[in-house]
């Protein structure tokens, strides 16, 4: 019989859940389903609870087996699912300054093909792009469902700047032993960049829904951990390709970010607002690509 997960990463987006997913997936005390973002509890629930359960069939005899699908998090049906499967399940979210999250995302979506124009334009007309940097909102139906010891909040800020501290103290919040980390997991996971060709990296993205379809989980999982074949398919973006958000757009976004971000050190006590520059004598400065892990 399958096990059941007993941990689940749910978000947020573009917080280093693929670096996560490599981390995880090397730790011999710790199952993650081979490919990254199953996606059950809120887009693929009807394909039945076997199709979820095959995911985890090679699991064996680790103390941890979990998933990793940054969507949940904004999804109240997949609280409710997941609460329903194992309300004593161990949970995990990443925290990313949302504006940074937010730019980040829009630099996704140019990389991938789905969005062009400016930052400007796709944040005015693409709600997304505020609306999952809104954590307070989200993070609180998790909150009323499940106790705060189950719920492991970090920060994308802490993975940045000492990736081993932060590994640590994932390996303590999912009681395993600690690892060493790979010199490899010490970099840049996915820098800003751009498709060396646009029509094989559709073919690429084609191929993987193929592997999808058939249930080559592990060969698609390999496949999209490989940091080779993301460097044949994607270029890093030069300094004079680089976007950059003007300090008009900067403010306004702090002033609509600021409200959840307050209602977060209520909810956490994390004192994000300071961390993050919410508060009133904070001065509005561009962002930067200035760290070591994206």
Known sequence: ?????????????????????????????????????????????????????????????????????????????????????????????????????????????????????????????TPAIVDEGCYAR??????????????????????????????????EALEVPPMSLDSKLLTKVMPASLPRNKTIVHIAKRTSEVCRRLKWKKLRGRVKRSRLIRSLLFRKLREAEKASISPEVLAELKVRFQPDVERLDELLGMQLCQRWGYTSRSKITPLKDRHPIS
């Open 138 to 171: 989200h993070l609180e139906t998790y909150l009323n469902r499940f106790s705060r010891d189950q719920i492991h909040v970090t920060l994308f800020d802490d993975l940045r700047w000492d990736p081993k501290s932060y590994a640590q103290g994932v390996f």
């Open 1 to 125: 019989m399958n096990r059941q997960p007993n941990f689940i990463y749910i978000g947020t987006s573009k917080a280093g859940s693929t670096w996560l997913f490599d981390v995880l997936s090397r730790h011999p005390d710790v199952y993650v389903t081979p490919a990254k973002g199953l996606y059950f509890f809120d887009h693929h629930s009807s394909k039945g609870w076997s199709w979820y359960l095959d995911h985890f069939s090679d699991a064996t005899s680790e103390r941890i087996v979990g998933e990793i699908s940054h969507s949940y998090l904004y999804s109240e049906i997949a609280c409710e699912r997941i609460a329903a499967m194992n309300p004593d399940i161990k949970l995990m979210v990443c925290l990313r300054e949302p504006i940074d999250r937010a730019f980040s995302m829009y630099l996704d979506g140019i990389r991938n093909g789905k969005w062009t124009g400016t930052f400007e334009e796709r944040y005015k007309d």
